[in-house]
């Protein structure tokens, strides 16, 4: 991803699960909360140092095994967002960067079933 791409808008649905993102180039990702919790990139949800930077984009085609809220999103800097997830867990910070490497769109990801 280009690092001039930024969000133009982020919309969450917890009824619904879904965090969606416009993109300033006129992409448009939808994440499912339970993809984008279990891929948060903190280092202690990663594993450790080693693992930073990997995510698993299936998560985000699995039935839920577990149901997750986002209670806030908090902006920081101009290069990511924090989550405040309903579990209690706010260590993970989405970089543009990674939220936009992460879309499980079609034209993103075309591997998905």
Known sequence: MQSDILPTGIEVSNSDQILEIDWSDGHHSEYSLFGLRKNCPCVMCRGGHGNMNTFDR?????????HFEIEDIKQIGNHAIKIFWNDGHN??????????DMCPCKECYPEQE
């Open 58 to 66: 299936s998560l985000f085609f699995v039935d839920p095994t577990q």
């Open 91 to 100: 260590n993970g910070m989405y970089q543009w960067e990674t939220l936009r």
